[in-house]
């Protein structure tokens, strides 16, 4: 007889539900906006205050748009923000205008001649034909321009030249830098309707650097004799709010003043 070889048949088991934990599927619960952005202005009082936006290098805290959400002066974060947005954004393609925030403003005040020509070499200041400088004492907010075609300085002040010696000390500074040694000083026109609040000032600086810049693109030179309204200046807080929500960021509730200047 022959020998028949036996075949071991391998049955496959299957795994029946529930044999082996699975992965729950857990749904994930819904945000509430008011409770987050509550939570954010908590945040201000420890030592980490929560960001409501960070644009290019600079980042706005919640307590720098509160600033904005009232009669507040407006500090270094704000204004370096916008003169940011306008340099990166607004006027990207035009190279000959150069915006300094207000921390490159700050250090061509007190570095020596040497460190502030370096600064302004990384920064191609010799080849560009506007350069907008914001001056701040206290406070108070000012512009300076630099206008090479016009080879002068123009300066602006929302409350009667108030630092008008600050200026000339910066410009002192800048000849030498940007190789403007021979260039003369022009007093800008401000405000249509007198002097406004002093904690508008912030405002009317961008009020004012929107207005030239514009004039200059179309023109090509620069002028002393636009004018800003009252009105221009007080409707400057919406748009920036709108301004920082069009560029993602979260506004903070409105609440107690917050610190408005740390220079």
């Known amino acids: 007889m022959s ?3 036996k075949k071991k048949i391998k049955k496959k088991t299957t795994k029946k539900p529930g044999s082996s934990p699975r992965r729950l599927q857990v749904a994930k619960p819904s945000v509430d906006v008011d409770y987050v952005r509550k939570c954010q202005l908590k945040n201000d009082v420890s030592g980490k205050p929560s960001v409501a936006l960070r644009f290019q290098e600079i980042s706005l ?5 509160q600033l904005l959400q009232g009669p507040y002066a407006l500090n270094e974060h704000v204004i370096g923000f916008y003169c940011a947005y306008l340099q990166s954004r607004r006027y990207k393609a035009q190279s000959e205008l150069h915006f300094l925030t207000p921390a490159m403003a700050y250090s061509m005040r007190h570095l020596k001649i040497r460190e502030r020509r370096r600064l302004a070499q990384g920064m191609q200041l010799d080849s560009k034909l506007f350069v907008f400088v914001p001056l701040v004492e206290g406070s108070h907010w000012s512009l300076l321009l630099m206008a090479r075609p ?13 630092s008008l010696k600050l200026a000339h000390t910066v410009i002192e500074h800048l000849r030498d830098t940007l190789s403007a040694d021979d260039f003369s000083l022009t007093l800008g026109r401000c405000l249509q309707q007198g002097t406004d609040h002093d904690h508008d ?7 004012m650097t929107d207005n030239l810049a514009d004039y200059i693109s179309r023109c090509g030179y620069a002028t ?3 004018l800003v309204s009252v009105q221009e200046v007080r409707a400057k807080r919406s748009s920036l709010l709108h301004l920082i929500r069009t560029l993602g960021g979260i506004l903070p509730i409105s609440s ?3 610190s408005s200047m740390e220079l």
């Open 61 to 65: 805290r919640h307590s720098d748009v």
């Open 150 to 162: 016009d080879r002068k300085f123009y300066y602006f002040d929302s409350e009667d030249n108030r």
């Open 201 to 207: 000032s912030g405002l009317h600086f961008m009020c």
């Open 3 to 5: 020998k028949s070889k």
């Open 256 to 258: 107690t003043k917050p």
């Open 224 to 226: 002393s004799t636009l």
